[in-house]
DNA sequence: TAGTTTGTTCGTATGGTTCCGAACCAAACA
DNA sequence: TGTTTGGTTCGGAACCATACGAACAAACTA
């Protein structure tokens, strides 16, 4: 059980509503927003069932996701079959989304061209590879930035 | 009614799945889909009933939330009481809502450095703090880069 | 006025997601 | 071997979004 504070608990709940707006589950929404809140640096999955008030099914699956999505890492200490949960933060996981969708979305716009052919209306056509264009150049200068931030050695 | 090839349909439910994972709701990503697949700049609300196999109300509720969102505009012909739809194809929208989208998780993030004090775990409070630097200097990155690609006149 | 066209709105139904409680499993220990 | 602890998986219930059909409205025609 973590102590928290009225305004802690609402912003639990405030990075929870915006992570699920980002395509996570309630349950991990929460969960990753405890863990970050959280004095202490790992909690235990009781914690988390007993903190937020979900069940245990809902806990597990959804630190489950969040595994899967390197949002979250898990260790055990010596001696002890419980398991400590701690978020990760990468600052260049939402570049690496962003940069996999556009990426994901330039095949797909450059497939449309494609199909539309020739005889298709000349200006949407052209709209499409005016993006397409865009996206490109978007993707090549992400890959700088990044390059850019890290030898700056900030990150 | 608009003719299309089964790969051009299969086109558009594929992007019509794409947008729907940025949040569009079914019958508004298959519209949009048709609008940039359509050999027709410009389609009726009759085309994409009978295209689409949309129900009447689904294109309805559809329609006006690409029209909320400015993804598609709408225009009537002379002597026509008809409207015509049109999908606006604008490269930047993309990159707007990643930017917003960041700005507010940074507004959120410091918050939450605010509320863990001085008394909580020091390396998740130094990694909160690095993202937030990082979605500041991407942010101010990324206004660079829409500026740098509009001086070139490529967009 | 009566009828046609062009959409919109409402009520209901359906599909998909997520939750909970319970049953279950695996590991440690008596 | 039995018991406790730590966590996963399953079945059913609840919820939310969205689609459909039908009723409705607005504008034009005859």
């Given at each position: 059980?973590?102590?928290?504070?009225?305004?802690?608990?609402?912003?639990?709940?405030?990075?929870?509503?915006?992570?699920?707006?980002?395509?996570?589950?309630?349950?991990?929404?929460?969960?990753?927003?405890?863990?970050?809140?959280?004095?202490?640096?790992?909690?235990?999955?009781?914690?988390?069932?007993?903190?937020?008030?979900?069940?245990?099914?809902?806990?597990?699956?959804?630190?489950?996701?969040l595994?899967?999505?390197n949002?979250?890492?898990?260790?055990?200490?010596?001696g002890?079959?419980?398991?400590?949960?701690?978020?990760?933060?990468?600052?260049?996981?939402?570049?690496?989304?962003?940069?996999?969708?556009?990426?994901?979305?330039?095949d797909?716009?450059?497939?449309?061209?494609?199909?539309?052919?020739?005889?298709?209306?000349?200006?949407?056509?052209?709209?499409?590879?005016?993006?397409?264009?865009?996206?490109?150049?978007?993707?090549?200068?992400?890959?700088?930035?990044?390059?850019?931030?890290?030898?700056?050695?900030?990150?």
């Amino acid at each position: 059980m973590v102590k928290l504070d009225p305004p802690q608990r609402e912003w639990v709940e405030a990075i929870g509503l915006f992570l699920e707006r980002s395509g996570f589950p309630p349950s991990s929404a929460r969960i990753y927003g405890l863990l970050l809140m959280s004095a202490e640096p790992e909690l235990s999955f009781e914690d988390l069932v007993a903190t937020l008030g979900f069940g245990k099914a809902a806990v597990s699956t959804g630190l489950r996701r969040l595994q899967e999505t390197n949002r979250v890492s898990e260790r055990t200490r010596p001696g002890e079959r419980r398991r400590y949960f701690r978020a990760r933060l990468g600052p260049d996981a939402g570049v690496d989304r962003f940069r996999a969708f556009n990426s994901a979305l330039c095949d797909l716009l450059e497939r449309g061209i494609a199909l539309r052919g020739s005889r298709a209306d000349a200006e949407i056509t052209a709209d499409l590879e005016a993006s397409v264009r865009f996206l490109r150049f978007l993707d090549v200068e992400l890959g700088g930035l990044r390059a850019r931030w890290e030898a700056n050695g900030d990150g």
